[in-house]
């Protein structure tokens, strides 16, 4: 993602407003569709609500031959799959799943993120939209690719 919208991060300023939120009911409603459909196991659920630390829910999925996550954006509708994460991890490995993109597509309402969206170097990326807060995390943080801010553990 080369221009990433304002909120993107979960951070703002008091004074600023606030930014969107989404539905992780339904998006957790998707996933076990999803995995009902694939005869896969969701195996894990990491939920963004409750928590400070992170701006993404993500699902951890098992079928027979594969396993993965799919990463879900808390203030936009942006999915992204990654190698399973394993407790205390705090970058995720981006993945592509065409295959199984096709599904989150035909649902539709989601954007769904490419291993190339996500490896994008920040100093590659037009950051105009982000408030003066995420970009002051992002000199904090330090994150090497578009992913790491998409989808961060900031606190």
């Not at 996933?31 to 969701?42: H, V």
């Not at 995720?92 to 190339?116: C, M, Q, T, V």
């Amino acid at each position: 993602m080369q221009r990433p919208p304002y909120g993107i991060t979960g951070f703002y300023y008091y004074l600023d407003p606030p930014p969107p939120s989404t539905d992780e009911s339904a998006f957790l409603n998707h996933c076990y569709a999803f995995a009902r459909k694939l005869a896969a196991k969701i195996v894990r659920v990491d939920r963004r609500v409750g928590t400070a630390e992170k701006n993404f829910t993500s699902v951890t999925f098992e079928t027979n031959s594969d396993g993965f996550a799919i990463l879900f954006n808390a203030h936009y509708p942006m999915l992204a799959f990654a190698e399973p994460m394993c407790v205390g991890e705090v970058i995720a490995k981006f993945i592509d799943r065409p295959e199984y993109a096709i599904y989150w597509n035909e649902i539709g309402g989601y954007a769904i993120l490419s291993h190339s969206d996500l490896t994008i170097p920040p100093h590659k990326m037009e950051l105009v939209d982000m408030s003066d807060s995420e970009y002051d995390q992002i000199l904090v943080h330090n994150p090497s690719t578009s992913g790491e801010i998409i989808f961060n553990f900031w606190d």
